[in-house]
């Protein structure tokens, strides 16, 4: 057996010791970094992601270069488009995307919330041609929260 160094850390994220942003990869949702990524050496990024504005255009067809990418939902649901087959992700469902597969989020509840896991950290984001055309989303209720 080969004597390699580890370049894995321990990591304990509490729900106040990361802030929630913007200016992930959709201006739409809010993210919150789990420290995974700088434990791994940057091998697997962990991150929550939750619904900040109505969907509107979605995510756009794309797909993703990553070996392994899960999408667990924590709260609400979203639609996705996986190729050409629509499918609703709702809370306690997990997602396995196989790598390069393409996909669109369309539509999300305003309480949505998923853990995404994704190796490596640094993966990229392909915009590409959909093989067919998108349900439009349904408008969020009207509640004094989305009109304040």
Not at 82 to 92: F, I, P, Q, R
């Amino acid at each position: 057996m080969l004597d390699t160094p580890t370049v894995t850390a321990f990591a304990h994220v509490k729900p106040t010791d990361t802030d929630w942003f913007g200016q992930g990869l959709r201006d739409f949702f809010l993210y919150r970094d789990l420290g995974v990524a700088a434990a791994t050496g940057g091998r697997v990024i962990a991150h929550l992601v939750k619904a900040n504005q109505p969907p509107e255009h979605g995510t756009g067809w794309h797909c993703h270069e990553a070996d392994f990418h899960i999408v667990l939902m924590l709260k609400g649901w979203a639609k996705f488009m996986y190729e050409d087959k629509e499918h609703l992700v709702a809370a306690g469902d997990c997602v396995h995307q196989r790598p390069g597969i393409t996909h669109f989020l369309f539509d999300y509840s305003p309480d949505m919330e998923y853990l995404e896991v994704v190796g490596p950290a640094g993966f990229t984001t392909v915009d590409v041609d959909g093989p067919c055309a998108i349900p439009s989303p349904a408008p969020w209720p009207v509640t004094a929260e989305t009109t304040a």
